[in-house]
C-alpha cells in the first residue's frame, strides 16, 4: 500500500509528503516524521498507522487543539482515500494507491500570519504639579463640599468640562 499525505500552501502549492513506514507520527517535535513548525500544533500531535495492506488510523495524541478527519474531531478513526485530516491549521488530504487522481486543492490558511497590528493613540497622563511644596495632592472634603461624579468617556467634546480638571480646580482650593 502506497500513503501519502497532500497539502496545499496559502499560495497554492501541492506538498505531498509519502508515509513509508508502518507508523507515522505528525508534531512539533523534530523527531516526528511530519514536522509542523506552528504553535497551535502539539510537540506529539497525532500518528498515522497501517495496518496491513487494508486499513490507515490515525490517532491523536493528546494534543491540545484536537485531531480532525472530514472536519469531524476524534480520538482515533480509519481514513480512507479522499479523506481530509487537520492537524492544526494544516489541511491534508489523504492518498492510498493513487486515489484520488485528482486531489482537490484545500489551502492551508496560518491565520493572523500577516495581520498588521493597529494602534490605538492612548492618551497621556498629565501629573497635577503641587502649588506648594507640602502638598500631598489628597483633596480633603468636608461635608459643605459638593459630591463629585467623576466619569471617564473614550470620547471627549470640545463643549463638556473635564471632570479631571474640576478634581485638579478643587485640590487647589484652600480650606476657610
Known amino acids: ?5 497532500v497539502m496545499f500552501t496559502e499560495k497554492g502549492e501541492r506538498r505531498d509528503f509519502p508515509i513509508k513506514s508502518k507508523k507515522a507520527t505528525i508534531g512539533r517535535n523534530t523527531e516526528c516524521h511530519i514536522q509542523i ?5 502539539s510537540r506529539r500531535h497525532c500518528e498515522i498507522r497501517v495496518n496491513g495492506d487494508e486499513e490507515v488510523h490515525v490517532r491523536d495524541l493528546g494534543s ?5 478527519v472530514n472536519n ?5 478513526a480509519e481514513v480512507m482515500a479522499g479523506d481530509t485530516l487537520k492537524v492544526g491549521p494544516v489541511i491534508f488530504t ?3 494507491d493513487g486515489a484520488p487522481v485528482e486531489v482537490e486543492t484545500v ?8 495581520r498588521e ?6 492618551p497621556k ?3 497635577a504639579k503641587p502649588t506648594n511644596p507640602d502638598d500631598t495632592g489628597s483633596i480633603d472634603l468636608d461635608d459643605s463640599a459638593a459630591p463629585l461624579d467623576l466619569v471617564l468617556n473614550d470620547e471627549e467634546e470640545d463643549d463638556e468640562v473635564n471632570p479631571l480638571s474640576e478634581l485638579e480646580a478643587l485640590s487647589r482650593q484652600k480650606k476657610p
Open 1 to 5: 500500500m502506497e500513503l501519502s499525505l
Open 37 to 41: 513548525q506552528l504553535g497551535m500544533v
Open 64 to 68: 491540545s487543539n484536537g485531531t480532525y
Open 72 to 76: 469531524k474531531r476524534v480520538q482515533e
Open 94 to 96: 489523504v492518498v492510498i
Open 107 to 114: 489551502k492551508t490558511i496560518l491565520e493572523g500570519k500577516k
Open 117 to 122: 497590528k493597529i494602534e490605538k493613540p492612548t
Open 125 to 127: 497622563p498629565v501629573a
